[in-house]
């Protein structure tokens, strides 16, 4: 079973449209979490950091959900420029404090 | 802002060369290492140093070797490389944030080709 997993879409949708991505992780010690966002033949780019109580910033709300292991990752408003990859990663001092990468899921926002 | 500098963005080479991917950072990050990327894969650790001389394998550090003389400059060695090691490689540095949680900086990625 990988660390990390995540659905791996491509999750199509039109501007302006509320789409949410899961990712649930299999380390019950890991402790830091974070959604990071790669655009095609770009690095990955930290998006945000997860907190338990969850937290917005913007049209972008992140969740965690402990009990269940699980992560996500909710975009309002879509746009044409949201389009990219993003990536579930989790972090565990049990490894050494390195952080672990989902396979991502692609969003495709279309006009 | 942080910069993490790879020496080249795209790169050829044969079966069997030896092949040294540079990495640079500027923000005085302990924390170092070095990833590649595939598709359906996603990233996995081939190495990380979290000092000066120091390494530690990652998940797949089979065919690679690494270096860390100065703290800036991490290096990815491929001994010999394979046609299997065509691949997209990232660096990333690292060091705590403000909040306590730790998040990673990459450079652009170098794009080895194997032939």
């Known amino acids: 079973r990988k660390e990390v997993e995540q659905d791996p879409g491509p999750f199509n949708v039109p501007e302006g449209a509320t789409v949410a991505f899961n990712c649930t992780y299999s380390?019950?010690?890991?402790?830091?979490f974070f959604w990071y966002r790669q655009d095609c033949r770009k690095e990955p780019k930290l998006l945000m950091s997860v907190y338990s109580s969850g937290n917005e910033d913007g049209r972008f709300t992140a969740q965690l959900n402990r009990a269940s292991q699980y992560i996500s990752l909710l975009i309002r408003d879509s746009k044409l420029s949201d389009s990219a990859t993003y990536l579930c990663?989790?972090?565990?001092?049990?490894?050494?404090?390195?952080?672990?990468f989902g396979a991502g899921t692609i969003l495709r926002v279309k006009s | 802002d942080v910069k993490v500098t790879q020496s080249s963005r795209y790169l050829v080479k044969r079966t069997g060369e030896k092949v040294f991917l540079e990495c640079v950072q500027d923000?005085?990050?302990?924390?170092m290492f070095w990833y590649r990327q595939d598709p359906g894969l996603g990233l996995r650790l081939i190495y990380f140093s979290y000092d000066v001389k120091m390494k530690e394998k990652g998940d797949i550090p089979e065919g690679y070797s690494v270096s860390r003389e100065k703290k800036e400059r991490f290096s990815l060695i491929l001994e010999s490389a394979s046609t299997n090691q065509t691949s997209m490689y990232l660096c990333a540095s690292s060091s705590p944030l403000a909040t306590g949680a730790y998040g990673y900086t990459f450079g652009s990625g170098t794009r080895l080709t194997v032939v």
């Open positions: 990663v989790v972090n565990s001092f049990q490894y050494g404090n390195k952080l672990v």
């Open positions: 923000m005085d990050h302990e924390n």
């Open positions: 380390n019950s010690a890991s402790q830091s």
